[in-house]
């Protein structure tokens, strides 16, 4: 069964708490990604990874870092939360392009 | 640079009612054209994509897509939807190079009332 495991689903944190988003993958996929999706401005990229510490910055990295120290665990890193970064976030991953295997996401709120 | 345009943000329609989803994007190179659906609460799910070859292409739960180069469409279509079809469907574009990852239009949320 294909699938994309984020934890935790929800989470409330205060503002300048760090924040620790975990994602796995049972696909064996090299590419992983993190989106946030809010309303009115859809989904937008922050990181992409190529594979076991092999990350690039997407459209919006700024205040967010990675980890991925193994193929099927992708972590996005929130150092010192602020309340805009308030949002869902969605992991994914992809073998071939134009198809991608999402999570069900994390609720993301800062206080 | 990619975008994407969804013309609709919310289409209305009853069950059984065909369904058309419009997608417009911008890109100057080979892409990968693909829709998604998001039921409230969810991730997004995969229905299909195109790149080359037929411009009609098959998704899942009776969904298909046509390309149209000359509109730079790939619009969303269905016969005769059902409640569960209720959902927010995003078009995305992406490079041949998939590792660039997909640009999302904003989503139409489709509403099936009985």
């Known amino acids: 069964d294909m699938k994309v495991t984020q934890m935790p689903r929800y989470l409330i944190k205060r503002m300048g708490e760090n924040v620790l988003l975990e994602c796995g993958q049972d696909m064996s996929h090299e590419t992983m990604y993190w989106y946030r999706q809010d309303p009115g401005l859809g989904l937008q990229l922050i990181y992409i990874s190529y594979d076991v510490d092999s990350n690039s910055e997407g459209d919006i990295p700024k205040g967010y870092r990675v980890s991925r120290k193994k193929r099927e665990h992708f972590s996005l890193i929130l150092d010192s939360a602020k309340t805009n970064q308030t949002s869902v976030y969605f992991c994914?991953?992809?073998?071939?392009?134009?198809?991608?295997?999402f999570g069900k996401g994390t609720r993301l709120t800062v206080v | 640079t990619q975008t994407v345009s969804q013309s609709d943000a919310h289409v209305t329609v009853f069950e059984g009612d065909s369904v058309e989803l419009r997608c417009n994007y911008s890109y100057g190179g080979s892409i990968y054209l693909s829709w998604y659906i998001q039921h409230h609460g969810h991730g997004l799910q995969f229905l299909l994509k195109?790149?080359?070859?037929?411009?009609v292409v098959q998704g899942v739960n009776g969904f298909e897509a046509e390309f149209s180069k000359s509109d730079s469409s790939f619009h969303l279509r269905k016969a005769s939807v059902h409640w569960s079809d209720s959902a927010v469907y995003f078009c995305a574009v992406s490079s041949n190079n998939y590792a660039q990852g997909l640009t999302f239009g904003l989503g139409t949320r489709v509403s099936v009332f009985p």
């Open positions: 994914a991953s992809s073998l071939r392009a134009g198809e991608v295997f």
């Open positions: 195109y790149y080359s070859g037929n411009p």
